[in-house]
């Protein structure tokens, strides 16, 4: 089985990513293919020492100063892999446990018309992904059970998640590239779970920080990334009438409030 990995540093040198210091452990014990995209202003990878602790004969490193749409990165990424089995979307800061990739391919192996692997993503002690979505508003679950769910109402942090490669080859889904950092993953998991019934859930959690859940956030700050989701949905649901409706009463609804 082979496992591609998607990882988007951003002003982060490599040696201090945990994402990539847990891949570099790991990268002798499968075959797996490595796309390692730096987004930030400066190269950041030139002189790093962890990459070339990662093995692997397909191994990609691409600075862009740009700071392009993940979703074009992850489009790439995608066409790039075609003829690997799954591919996974990891931030620069994921630190699962080292048993992440044998209970993922225990999970790919033994549920071969699931398309879909998701591991448990807290922030502090909240469960924040998998979690729900509705058309606008989302709500916390307090615990999940590993193993199959069904995936309606479904909405995932793409860190960590895991995808087979012929789900986009059956499809023909790819990301959004209109939405270039908030709504990517709420745009996938809106269109998967119209796409297929159940995903999985492996018994593997990562720490992931939020920002809107931070002791330090700024009110100011945290405002503005709730319009920037807000706009991404707009994005999202321009073809869906009624979606489009029930946002724009909600965006009045929280104007008035103040709140928007």
Same mark, same amino acid.
């Given at each position: 089985m082979k496992?591609?990995?998607?990882?988007i540093?951003?002003?982060?040198?490599?040696?201090?990513?945990a994402t990539l210091?847990f891949?570099?452990?790991?990268?002798?014990?499968?075959?797996?293919?490595?796309?390692?995209?730096d987004?930030?202003?400066?190269?950041q990878y030139?002189?790093?020492?962890?990459?070339?602790?990662?093995?692997?004969t397909?191994?990609?490193?691409i600075?862009?100063?740009?700071?392009?749409?993940?979703?074009?990165?992850?489009?790439? /990424?995608?066409?790039?892999? !075609?003829?690997?089995d799954?591919? *996974?979307?990891?931030?620069q800061?994921?630190?699962?446990?080292? #048993? @992440?990739?044998?209970?993922?391919?225990?999970?790919?192996s033994?549920?071969?018309d699931?398309?879909?692997?998701?591991?448990?993503?807290?922030?502090?002690?909240?469960?924040?992904s998998?979690?729900?979505?509705?058309?606008?508003r989302?709500?916390?679950?307090?615990?999940l059970n590993?193993?199959?769910i069904?995936s309606?109402?479904?909405?995932a942090?793409? /860190?960590?998640?895991?995808? !087979?490669?012929s789900?986009?080859? *059956?499809?023909?889904f790819?990301?959004?590239?209109?939405?270039k #950092? @908030?709504?990517?993953?709420?745009?996938?998991?809106?269109?998967?779970?119209?796409?297929?019934h159940?995903?999985?859930?492996?018994?593997?959690?990562i720490?992931?920080?939020?920002?809107?859940?931070?002791?330090?956030?700024?009110?100011?700050?945290?405002?503005k990334?709730?319009?920037?989701?807000?706009?991404?949905?707009?994005?999202?649901?321009?073809d869906?009438?009624?979606?489009?409706?029930?946002?724009?009463i909600?965006?009045?609804?929280?104007?008035?409030?103040g709140l928007?």
């Amino acid at each position: 089985m082979k496992i591609a990995n998607v990882v988007i540093l951003y002003n982060v040198n490599p040696e201090k990513s945990a994402t990539l210091q847990f891949l570099a452990k790991e990268s002798h014990r499968f075959d797996m293919g490595y796309y390692i995209w730096d987004n930030s202003p400066e190269i950041q990878y030139e002189k790093s020492s962890l990459m070339d602790k990662i093995q692997s004969t397909d191994k990609y490193h691409i600075h862009n100063s740009n700071n392009i749409s993940l979703a074009i990165i992850y489009n790439k /990424s995608i066409r790039l892999f !075609k003829n690997y089995d799954a591919i *996974v979307f990891w931030d620069q800061d994921s630190n699962p446990s080292p #048993l @992440y990739f044998d209970k993922l391919k225990i999970g790919i192996s033994n549920n071969p018309d699931i398309d879909l692997f998701l591991p448990k993503i807290y922030c502090g002690n909240k469960l924040v992904s998998p979690a729900k979505l509705g058309i606008v508003r989302g709500k916390l679950l307090k615990n999940l059970n590993p193993g199959l769910i069904s995936s309606k109402g479904m909405c995932a942090i793409t /860190s960590g998640m895991c995808v !087979k490669l012929s789900f986009f080859k *059956v499809s023909g889904f790819q990301f959004n590239e209109e939405l270039k #950092l @908030y709504g990517i993953d709420t745009d996938f998991s809106i269109s998967y779970r119209k796409l297929r019934h159940f995903y999985f859930l492996i018994n593997i959690a990562i720490n992931h920080d939020l920002y809107e859940l931070s002791s330090g956030r700024d009110e100011v700050e945290v405002k503005k990334r709730f319009k920037n989701k807000m706009d991404a949905l707009k994005i999202t649901y321009k073809d869906h009438r009624i979606n489009k409706f029930v946002l724009f009463i909600y965006k009045l609804y929280l104007s008035l409030m103040g709140l928007y």
